[in-house]
């Protein structure tokens, strides 16, 4: 079974792509929300895949996380749902805005999307409702500004005073590497 591509995106259209891995093209289809997310043909890429294996036919389904991955193989195991269909559901927006109608029993949402009536939208709703769990945002990993905290503290600074000097430094700059952080907190700090 094929998992995973690496190689150079060869061809972009809105349902499937090529990647060429070694010289060998392999055909992707790929949601709506995939698509954006690749690059421009000729770029190297990186895709979670889904082999589909029928009878009649060898199909990959390519995704651009494994999240999304995971929620196209949830949805193929309700009864009717299958890759083509679930395919088209993630089309229909983002993987949170497909959680959320289902969390909510948004009926009309799901049944926004070409081919899913009520009863599949209730169907949905019903069988993964309770399995979402899982697929709820990861837990965050420490962020810069724990980092800097601890590194604050392991200075002997005080959590009041390093807490404190850590809003300051991170104000209109959220997004701020530790480094740069770091040297703003020890700044604030030693200035008083």
């Known amino acids: 079974m094929i998992a995973h591509l690496r190689g150079k995106l060869m061809q972009k259209d809105p349902s499937r792509v090529i990647v060429d891995v070694n010289g060998v093209g392999y055909e992707v289809v790929v949601p709506l929300t995939t698509f954006t997310a690749l690059p421009d043909a000729g770029a190297d890429v990186s895709i979670d895949i889904h082999t589909h294996v029928r009878e009649d036919i060898i199909a990959l389904y390519g995704f651009s996380t494994r999240r999304e991955r995971a929620i196209f193989e ?3 195991t309700i009864s009717g749902i299958g890759p083509k269909l679930a395919i088209t559901i993630l089309s229909g927006g983002s993987v949170e805005q497909l959680i959320t109608a289902i969390k909510r029993g948004d009926i009309a949402r799901l049944t926004a999307i070409p081919g899913v009536g009520k009863k599949t939208a209730e169907r949905i709703i019903l069988e993964l ?24 503290e392991n200075l002997g600074y005080n959590r009041a005073l390093a807490e404190s000097a850590m809003r300051r430094a991170v104000d209109g700059d959220p997004d701020a590497v530790f480094d740069v952080l770091f040297k703003r907190a020890l700044q604030i700090l030693t200035k008083g």
């Open 74 to 76: 949830k949805l193929m």
């Open 129 to 152: 409702k309770d399995k979402l769990q899982e697929f709820a945002e990861a837990p965050q990993k420490p962020s810069v500004e724990v980092d800097v905290m601890s590194a604050l």
